[in-house]
Antibody, heavy 121, light 108 residues
Framework: QMQLQESGPGLVKPSQTLSLTCSVTGDSISTNSYYYSWVRQSPGKGLEWMGYIYYSGMAFYPPSLQGRVSLSVDNPNNQFFLTLTSVTAADTALYFC?????????????WGQGTTVTVSS | SSELTQDPAVSVALGQTVTITCQGD??????ANWYQQKPRQAPVLVMYERNTRPSGIPDRFSGSNSGNTASLTITGAQAEDEADYYCKSRDSSARYLEFGGGTRLTVL
């Protein structure tokens, strides 16, 4: 059974770049049957989709984050990454990685436990 | 702001039936999937492909789509169903995914 685990710095200074890693175990990410996504949740707020990426490197991002967000993938090490530039306090959130099924209405069927990121000086 | 609209809060008496709805133009063309999130936990997929439950999700959960509205129904709600529920689908342009704002379900 595939499992996802987020990791990264818990504290980032304003204007700096946030970088998170999602490590995948239990199966290879190198298949077009799935894509891999990041979702965040600000304190007390709802879920926000941040983008998804296929193992080929093809990625899609929401308009609200275009220009600041970038996803990448490391197939040999079964990891994918989130990079968010020019962070502000509004980027303080719980960040999740998830597996998406493009042939099943984009269902996110496996999630990591999430990692908390605080943006503060 | 999301193009998918959900009621912020809904309540149901224990054992009764409740329907949580999600409205958006994109739902005319794309099905929604539904996630349950309990405090301090990751979301869990509870419904996809209109009315398909992942393994382990009780059959009291069902889903449907009609026009621009997707619905998640819990028939015989249990105390453990108390949670936030989010719909997710593609937007009307089909290029992007989006979540609804979420519905907090209280089981009385």
């Amino acid at each position: 059974q595939m499992q996802l685990q987020e990791s990264g710095p818990g504290l980032v200074k304003p204007s700096q770049t946030l970088s998170l890693t999602c490590s995948v175990t239990g199966d290879s990410i190198s298949t077009n049957s799935y894509y891999y996504s990041w979702v965040r949740q600000s304190p007390g707020k709802g879920l926000e989709w941040m983008g998804y990426i296929y193992y080929s490197g093809m990625a899609f991002y929401p308009p609200s984050l275009q220009g600041r967000v970038s996803l990448s993938v490391d197939n040999p090490n079964n990891q994918f990454f989130l990079t968010l530039t020019s962070v502000t306090a509004a980027d303080t959130a719980l960040y999740f990685c998830a597996r998406g099924r493009p042939q099943s209405d984009d269902a996110f069927d496996i999630w990591g436990q999430g990692t908390t990121v605080t943006v503060s000086s | 702001s999301s193009e998918l609209t959900q009621d912020p809060a809904v309540s149901v008496a224990l054992g009764q039936t409740v329907t949580i709805t999600c409205q958006g133009d994109g739902l005319k063309y794309y099905s929604a999937n539904w996630y349950q999130q309990k405090p301090r936990q990751a979301p869990v997929l509870v419904m996809y492909e209109r009315n398909t439950r992942p393994s382990g999700i009780p059959d009291r959960f069902s889903g449907s789509n009609s026009g621009n509205t997707a619905s998640l129904t819990i028939t015989g709600a249990q105390a453990e169903d108390e949670a936030d529920y989010y719909c997710k689908s593609r937007d009307s342009s089909a290029r992007y995914l989006e979540f609804g704002g979420g519905t907090r379900l209280t089981v009385l």
